[in-house]
């Protein structure tokens, strides 16, 4: 049989809703609604022969695009069965076209499979797709629907389910996949985001391995698994979002930011603003595929380079080029919320740093809609206005406009009491305010679900009606809670709830009157929908509250509203079509009101109101003549006053309020009185390191010098934490370095130790005083520098300052040369000279100190300037290098670190030819 097409043509369009005038006769409106009993799969007789199912292909389509249905019919007698299939989309309220009509004739116990499709053409927002089977006789014996959406954007119209409901472990099986995907077409969900599984969420969304853990939580991902999902659920209408991130993440983000110092942020303390575990950094190096247990390394990025930028933005380019990505979610964009740069200046050198974030955001739209135009951005803005959107208007403004998805946070926290909207009404005004604003400045307002549907089913119910109501969509659904009638009701009736030409009616009581036995919620959601130059509808919302009054308490539903009056006042020159009833929680779905004139006034009455209804007045304004306008509220956020400094760093805590403030408990030795008689064994009697590991020390190849030297090394990793981590063992990644020695008697085991970008903070005064008596009893003290270590590790005015060759600077004080520093050794040096110094080794960032003290050498130079430098301290030595592993040098030119000859150099300073 030859597949018919149809393309849908509203008799008039405004904006893409499609819309026709509803139809003259009664009869046939309820002929519809009585067809749509069967809306849920619901047989209308015990009939021989039923739909088994009717299905669109999709659940969102894009504009333009072939929509296309199957719908499965079994003869379920003996015999041969003549029946007739018709088939419609049913847009707006009730407007339908046939798509399919005929007659069909089953064999015995046959099941015929009948495929059509319709062209959406301009046709945007909720659809029913409806198959209606009659008998011989023109009888209706059975009838299913799906429903499905239309949008370019499906932020416009869709809810979100969060990230795939599968165990990390088992989503390459295709089983689970397939589960997971119908699990996602049963509970609408319109797209899916894939939350932490890049290596490094700015700057690592194309990983070279087949196989990693994730740098946020540690989660198992491969490329094959997150092909075959987004690949699944695209051919189901479902749109896959990234997770995006304006901070560097995981080993791999850790290493983008040594080679960019320039791009990270620091605090006024002059350490970047990090939290990370050495040792875990470590554990993702050597074992990349992990199951994931929270962990997460960041460093937080300076954007006021547009290189950073572009970078990102590159990044989400290739991912979804790779994976299929349909857009992003950022959990923080390239905001520039830095409060110091490298050197430790204000980040923003001065501008306006709303006018830089707002640039960095259409930077990144312009750089990605050039590669792929239909590409979809949504950003987390906390509470959404008052406390982020405020500091920030012209950010926030850009961040909505072109559909922008802006996620509301802070509002998941509504079921704790020290929430602002812990009380429902405050849940609700403060949802339809920012619904409003967000709609206003054309971008699409989501709630954050609460607590992973840990709470009392009527909480969800609420939260999610006093959304939908405020003409806003709900992120993180969880599926387990049962509540796809509210998520196909939201779908089917979208362009009631989404469109952007729906405004809030600015004195609600002058246009609509509520009588009920109780109070119901409403003014806050009555709305003007201007449709085209023609037509027009007034939208209201009437919701029984809940019957308790805080989030998190609600475990019963409220008992019905009955004999509910509703009037709603015609505009002078207006003519009133209809009155339409929708609720989620009737079969029907939508039905016409019986209205009575009253006065200029349309009068209806509603039997019961359970939760949430819908009323919508369906008005004509004619073709002639200037009509009455309806007053429509215009949302109003007056924006912070940024040129006061102090609401600049106000505005700067927000995004850094831990910034120095550091959670150390570092390891307090039990014994820290001196021996009399302590002294070093001498490295004759073979070399003892104890390694204190920082960032990036693995660069500086200690244990191959080591090995050259035949040392036994003992590590101790540093850790540094900004913010609390929910994580096993929190305690003992709360600790500053893993292990230091607890007693003198400890400490002599070795005769060699190597401070690798360790800072004073990481020690007790009582461990730093042990490191003193280390060098001045004869020990070798290695001291290696970095964004932790010397002058910017705060050594001045500890014990450390004391013993070392150097005179610092203080923080800041690691800088960029202008061009490649050559290393090379002083002259006349007998002590390196075999070494292989043809391969040109260069430093490109160091330690700008003030210089060396008397009677200390430079052994090694860079540029002309002390690199290597080296002097006596009691019995021992202080050798301090300071070079950094930072930067990319230009080909040609070998990094120090990575010359062929520094382990054998390293083992000469070690093992002590340089004495």
């Known amino acids: ?53 009717a299905q669109s292909s999709k659940l969102i389509y894009h504009r333009h695009e072939a929509a296309e249905f199957v719908v499965s019919i079994k003869n379920q007698e003996e015999v041969l069965k003549k029946v007739k299939l018709t088939c419609q989309v049913i847009g707006a309220l009730d407007e339908s076209t046939t798509i399919y009509d005929a007659p069909l004739a089953l064999g015995a116990q046959e099941t015929k499979d009948v495929q059509m499709s319709w062209s959406t053409g301009d046709a945007e927002f909720g659809f029913e797709f409806k198959a209606i089977l009659a008998d011989e006789a023109g009888k209706a014996i059975d009838s299913k629907s799906d429903y499905f959406g239309v949008a370019d954007n499906v932020f416009k119209i869709g809810q979100n389910g969060g990230y795939p409901q599968i165990r990390i472990e088992d989503y390459e099986k295709d089983a689970v996949i397939e ?16 939350y932490g599984w890049a290596p490094d969420d700015f ?37 896959a979002i990234s997770y995006g991130k304006g901070v560097a993440c995981g080993y791999d983000g850790f290493d983008l930011a040594r080679k960019h110092p320039e791009w990270i942020d620091f605090s006024t303390n002059g350490h970047p603003i990090a939290n990370f575990s050495v040792e875990f950094l470590d554990a993702m190096k050597a074992e990349p595929v992990g199951k994931g247990d929270g962990f997460w390394n960041f460093v937080s990025l300076n954007f006021f380079d547009p290189k950073a930028v572009a970078y990102g933005a590159q990044q989400l380019i290739a991912s979804s080029m790779e994976y299929g990505f349909n857009g992003v979610r950022f959990d923080g964009q390239f905001s520039l919320f830095a409060i110091r740069n490298c050197e430790g200046k204000d980040a923003s050198q001065g501008e306006d740093r709303d006018k830089l974030s707002r640039r960095n955001v259409q930077m990144v739209k ?37 559909g922008g998805l802006v996620m509301n946070e802070t509002i998941r926290a509504s079921c704790f009491s020290d929430s602002t909207t812990h009380r429902w009404r405050d849940f609700a005004r403060a949802t339809a305010d920012d619904a409003a604003w967000v709609r206003q400045l054309g971008g699409h307002y989501f709630n954050l679900s609460s607590v992973n549907g840990s709470l ?54 002058q246009w609509v009157e509520v009588k009920s036995e109780k109070p119901l919620w409403w003014e806050d959601y009555v709305y003007l929908r201007e449709i085209n130059q023609t037509q027009r509808q007034i939208v209201v919302h009437l919701i029984n ?53 009253d006065n200029g006034w349309a009068r209806a009455s509603i039997p019961d109101v359970n939760r949430w209804i819908m009323v919508v007045a369906a008005l004509d304004k004619g073709d002639k003549g200037e009509r009455r306008t309806i007053p429509t509220m215009m949302a109003n956020k007056p924006s912070k006053n940024l040129s006061d400094p102090a609401m600049v760093q106000s505005k700067i805590n927000l995004f850094n309020p831990v910034a120095d403030s550091w959670l150390h408990a570092p390891v307090h030795p039990k014994d820290a009185e001196k021996p009399a008689a302590f002294a070093i064994p001498p490295t004759s009697r073979g070399i003892q390191i104890l390694h204190l590991q920082g960032l990036h020390y693995a660069c500086l190849k200690m244990e191959a010098a080591a090995k050259l030297l035949r040392a036994d090394v003992r590590a101790s990793a540093f850790n540094h934490l900004l913010i609390p981590q929910n994580v096993p063992r929190l305690d003992y990644y709360k600790k500053s370095l893993t292990y230091f020695p607890r007693s003198y008697a400890e400490l002599a085991q070795f005769n060699v130790m190597a401070l690798a970008d360790i800072e004073a903070g990481a020690f007790t005064d009582e461990s730093l005083q042990m490191i003193k008596d280390f060098v001045d009893g004869g020990g070798k003290l290695l001291v290696f520098g970095g964004h932790f270590s010397l ?70 130079t860079a540029g002309g300037e002390p690199f290597l430098v080296k002097w006596t301290y009691g019995k021992g030595r202080v050798i301090v290098c300071l070079g950094t592993v930072y930067g990319e040098l230009p080909e040609g030119t070998v990094p120090f670190w990575e010359w062929s000859d520094w382990p054998k150099l390293l083992s000469r300073v070690i093992g002590g030819q340089t004495e």
């Open 203 to 239: 700057g690592n969304l194309t990983p070279a391995l087949d196989e990693w853990r994730s740098g946020q939580g540690s989660y198992y991902w491969s490329k094959k698994g997150l092909k075959k999902i987004v690949a699944a659920l695209h051919a189901n209408g479902i749109s």
């Open 545 to 597: 509250p809940p019957p308790s009054e805080m989030f998190g308490s609600t475990t019963t539903a409220p008992p019905p509203r009955k004999e509910v009056a509703v009037r709603i006042r015609i505009p002078e020159g207006d003519t009133l079509q209809h009155v339409w009833l929708l609720t989620p929680d009737s079969i029907t779905g939508c039905r016409p009101l019986q209205v009575v004139a």
């Open 791 to 860: 002058g910017n590790g705060h050594y001045a005015g500890t014990v450390l300052e004391e013993i070392l060759p150097v005179k610092l600077r203080g923080p800041f004080e690691v800088r960029k040369a202008a061009a490649p520093l050559p290393v090379l050794p002083r002259a006349g040096d007998r002590l390196f000279a075999d070494l292989a110094w043809t391969e040109k080794p260069a430093a490109l960032w160091r330690h700008q100190v003030n210089g060396v003290k008397e009677k200390a050498e430079a052994l090694l």
């Open 366 to 402: 312009q750089q990605i809609w050039r590669q792929i135009p239909n590409y979809l951005f949504g950003y987390n803005w906390g509470d959404v206005y008052e406390n982020f959107g405020a500091y920030c208007p012209l950010e926030f403004a850009e961040s909505c406009k072109d």
């Open 456 to 509: 009392p089913l009527e909480d969800y119910k609420y939260q999610s009606i006093l959304t939908y109501a405020a003409g806003a969509h709900i992120y993180n659904l969880p599926a387990k809670l049962g509540l796809s009638k509210y998520t196909q009701f939201t779908l089917r009736y979208s362009a009631l709830l989404y469109d952007p030409a729906l405004k809030r009616i600015a004195e609600p009581r």
């Open 1 to 53: 049989m030859k597949r018919p097409k149809c393309r849908f043509q509203p008799a008039r369009e405004r904006d893409g809703a499609c819309l026709r005038r509803p139809r003259a006769a009664w009869a046939a409106t309820l002929r519809l609604c009585g067809l749509a009993l069967g809306c849920f799969g619901t047989s209308l007789g015990l009939a021989d022969v039923r739909i088994a199912t």
């Open 179 to 194: 589960n997971a995907v119908k699990e996602a077409r049963r509970n609408y969900i319109a797209f899916v985001e894939f």
